[in-house]
């Protein structure tokens, strides 16, 4: 018994030594300066687990945005830093790789709530009136006017839907005086129907299971359309052919909303290039936490100098509605 109690405190007492002993390493090791190599990795390791946060973050949660035009004025103005609620639309997996505007494949959950009528907007920008998808992965931010379902009519700048006046946002602008050119009306989404940014329409907002009617005298208003859609659409001048099958008919497979500047005679907006996938809206701002002038009055930008000057403390922690 004593034998066995001697080997017990002589195994506690190694022990007790070799851990003193690789506390003691660790510690000379922590104080000796890492090589250039050493600080590379740690300095990259650290980097990469910033980046992941905030993609989470980003993707989950909240995100910050800078207004970069007066679009939306005087709502949202130039140089307003918001806080976006992208929990609300549905969570998704990082859209974009930080610092970098490298847009990622990404998966959204199904949503809290659906945009509607009223909703100022944030969402992925679905390209030029012609393009399939947008060359550069942009935000962009709106006003929702219109939901899937939805009738539309544009007259002398009044937004009319279902035959009931969506009035002007309560700091929304319009320019009654300002005509429209030839040129804009060329700009005009859907083209050829006449239409100009003050009178537009009537028009439908796409609704999932709706069925359009391709005749040869409306097909150019969707053949960008059902593309976005994920499909192939082809017209050889008698027949229509939607993934390689003749066809006169196409259901949609998305729902919708259009969106609309508050700076409704300074926006380019669905009016412009279509209709918004109801999937692409991220987000709602909640508030803005900073705001500056980025340009002078000459649409010259600011030094940092400058924009310290122009610092709009009134609008800082300024709710967005």
């Known amino acids: 018994m004593a034998e066995e109690t001697k080997n017990n405190e002589n195994f506690f007492k190694k022990a007790w030594a070799w851990n003193k002993d690789r506390k003691e390493k660790e510690k000379q090791r922590r104080l000796q300066p890492m090589s250039f190599g050493e600080t590379i990795i740690s300095w990259s390791k650290t980097l990469i687990g910033a980046i992941i946060v905030v993609m989470i973050i980003n993707g989950i949660l909240i ?12 709502t949202v103005m130039t140089g307003d830093c918001l806080f976006v609620n992208k929990f609300i639309y549905g969570p998704s997996t990082p859209q974009v790789i930080p610092f970098l505007n490298i847009p990622l494949p990404y998966y959204k959950t199904p949503p ?10 944030v969402f992925i920008y679905p390209g030029n009136k012609r393009e399939v998808k947008s060359k550069e992965f ?3 931010l709106k006003r929702c006017v219109a939901v899937a379902g939805d009738s539309l009519q544009i007259v002398d700048n009044k937004v ?13 602008i319009v320019h009654p005086d300002l005509g429209v050119s030839p040129f804009e009306m060329r700009d005009i989404y859907p083209e050829g129907n006449g239409f100009n940014r003050k009178n537009y329409g009537p028009i439908r907002i796409p609704k999932m299971g709706d069925t359009i009617t391709l005749t040869p005298m409306n097909y150019q208003n969707w053949d960008i359309f059902i593309e976005r859609e ?10 229509f052919y939607v993934n390689g099958n003749a066809t006169n008919k196409y259901v949609v497979n998305k729902n919708y909303v259009f969106g609309m500047g508050d700076n409704r005679d300074n926006s380019s907006d669905s009016r412009f290039w279509g209709f918004i996938p109801e999937e692409n809206v991220v987000g709602t701002p909640l508030f803005i936490w900073w705001s500056w002038a ?6 010259n930008s600011l030094s940092l100098v400058d924009k310290i000057k122009n610092i709009r403390w ?7 509605n």
């Open 230 to 239: 994920g499909n192939t659409f082809k017209y050889d001048g008698n027949t």
């Open 112 to 121: 809290i709530s659906k945009p509607k009528q009223g909703d100022v907007i």
């Open 294 to 299: 980025l340009n002078d009055d000459y649409g």
């Open 63 to 74: 995100a910050s945005f800078v207004v970069p035009t007066g679009s939306m004025e005087n």
């Open 314 to 320: 009134s609008r800082l922690l300024h709710f967005i």
């Open 160 to 172: 009319i839907v279902n035959n009931v006046e969506f009035k002007l946002p309560e700091h929304g």
């Open 138 to 140: 942009l935000y962009y």
